[in-house]
Structure formats: structure tokens, C-alpha cells
Antibody, heavy 120, light 112 residues
Framework: QVTLRESGPALVKPTQTLTLTCTFS??????????VSWIRQAPGQALEWLAR???????YYNTSLKTRLTVSKDTSKNQVVLTLTNVVPVDTATYYC????????????WGQGILVTVSS | IVLTQSPRSLPVTPGEPASISCRSS???????????LGWYLQKPGQSPQLLIY???NRASGVPDRFSGSGSGTDFTLKISRVEAEDVGIYFC??????????FGQGTKVEIK
């Protein structure tokens, strides 16, 4: 059974760094062609893809956020970590992690999401 | 790549068919012959769920009343007979070129 769960702070102040952890089970990120992505959704808005980390540690970032995003993995712990630096109120959103098998080029399992509010 | 969904709002009658269009500003047809477009449904208060991948492949557990079609720049999601549980926001997403993956703006489906 594949599950993913996001964890992290619900509230961060402007200019701070947001760190989110995706803890997953039911699959291995060391399996060839397996990836994990981060996606966010501002309140009432569309989805926005943020980043992807691959089984071979390749990393990809949304071009518009590239300078502020970092993604990493700990395969032994089945965790993927996303950091977003210098947050601003428009970064307020629900953040999701999702399994991304390259064969399907799609997000087949999603976490429940974590709402992060950026406010002083 | 910009994806444009239409309509943005779709009132539906249970038992009737429904259709959503997703148009891409660039072709999503890869040289390998696959169209890199997926469809997702976000039910109220839930995380999105995968319906269709690579334009026309139903994800595991997705009812066969859902179907995806299209190629290049024009894609369609069809529901053969809408059920009450199908309400929510439907998103298309292109995954042709990393790191430029993008979603459509969404189509809200609600019961009349």
C-alpha cells in the first residue's frame, strides 16, 4: 500500500525558510524510474508543480522558483525534503508531495497535503 | 507551455455525459509517439487524484466511464454517465518538458 504524508510548520514568517518533509511507504525511491514531486495550491487557485527528485538523485525545479527551492532525499528513511527560502505571503498554500513513476509521467499517489501560511 | 481548459464551470445532470477540453499552446506529442498529458480530479476537501495518464490511459481503480482522448494540442476528458461522486475540479497537466510542467486552470464540475 503506497502512502505519502507531508509534515512541517503550519505558519512561517516572511523571509524565513520553509522546510517540509514527505515521508512515504509502499515504494522505494531507489527503484529505477521512480521519483517524488512537490506540488502546491494557493487557496482557491490552480495547482503548481514545484520540484522533482529522481531515484538517481537528479533534481528539477520550477523555473520561476528555482533560486529559492531545494529538494533532497534520504532513501534509508523513505523521506524527501523540500526547502523554500525567503518566503513571502504569496507562498501561502497547501503543499503536496506525490509519487511520480516516470513510466507514467504522472502523479499516481498523493499525500493529504499540508497548509502553510506565511504571515508575520 | 500554457494549458487552457474549457469550460471553466460545468453543471451536469447525473446519468448524462460530460466533456472537458484542454488545449495546449505547444504540441505535447513526443517523438516517441506518446502525448504527455494527464487528467486529475480534486474532490471537495481532498487531494487531487490521477484519472488519466499519457492522454488516454486510465489509472488503476478509475471507473471506465472516464476516458481521455486527443493528440498534439487538443485533448478531451469524457465522462460517459456522470455520477454524483464525480463533482469536483478537474485539472489537465502537461509533462512534456521538465522543468516546465504546468497545470490547466481547472474545470469545476457540479450537479445541476
Amino acid at each position: 500500500q503506497v502512502t505519502l504524508r507531508e509534515s512541517g510548520p503550519a505558519l512561517v514568517k516572511p523571509t524565513q525558510t520553509l522546510t517540509l518533509t514527505c515521508t512515504f511507504s509502499g515504494f522505494s525511491l531507489s527503484t529505477s524510474d521512480m521519483c517524488v514531486s512537490w506540488i502546491r495550491q494557493a487557496p482557491g487557485q490552480a495547482l503548481e508543480w514545484l520540484a522533482r527528485i529522481d531515484w538517481d538523485d537528479d533534481k528539477y525545479y520550477n523555473t520561476s522558483l528555482k533560486t529559492r527551492l531545494t529538494v533532497s532525499k534520504d532513501t534509508s528513511k523513505n523521506q524527501v525534503v523540500l526547502t523554500l527560502t525567503n518566503v513571502v505571503p504569496v507562498d501561502t498554500a497547501t503543499y503536496y508531495c506525490a509519487r511520480t513513476p516516470l513510466e507514467w509521467a504522472a502523479f499516481d499517489y498523493w499525500g493529504q497535503g499540508i497548509l502553510v501560511t506565511v504571515s508575520s | 507551455i500554457v494549458l487552457t481548459q474549457s469550460p471553466r464551470s460545468l453543471p451536469v445532470t447525473p446519468g448524462e455525459p460530460a466533456s472537458i477540453s484542454c488545449r495546449s499552446s505547444q504540441s505535447l506529442l513526443h517523438r516517441n509517439g506518446k502525448n504527455y498529458l494527464g487528467w486529475y480530479l480534486q474532490k471537495p476537501g481532498q487531494s487531487p487524484q490521477l484519472l488519466i495518464y499519457l492522454a488516454s490511459n486510465r489509472a488503476s481503480g478509475v471507473p471506465d466511464r472516464f476516458s481521455g482522448s486527443g493528440s498534439g494540442t487538443d485533448f478531451t476528458l469524457k465522462i460517459s454517465r456522470v455520477e454524483a461522486e464525480d463533482v469536483g475540479i478537474y485539472f489537465c497537466m502537461q509533462v512534456l518538458e521538465i522543468p516546465s510542467w504546468t497545470f490547466g486552470q481547472g474545470t469545476k464540475v457540479e450537479i445541476k
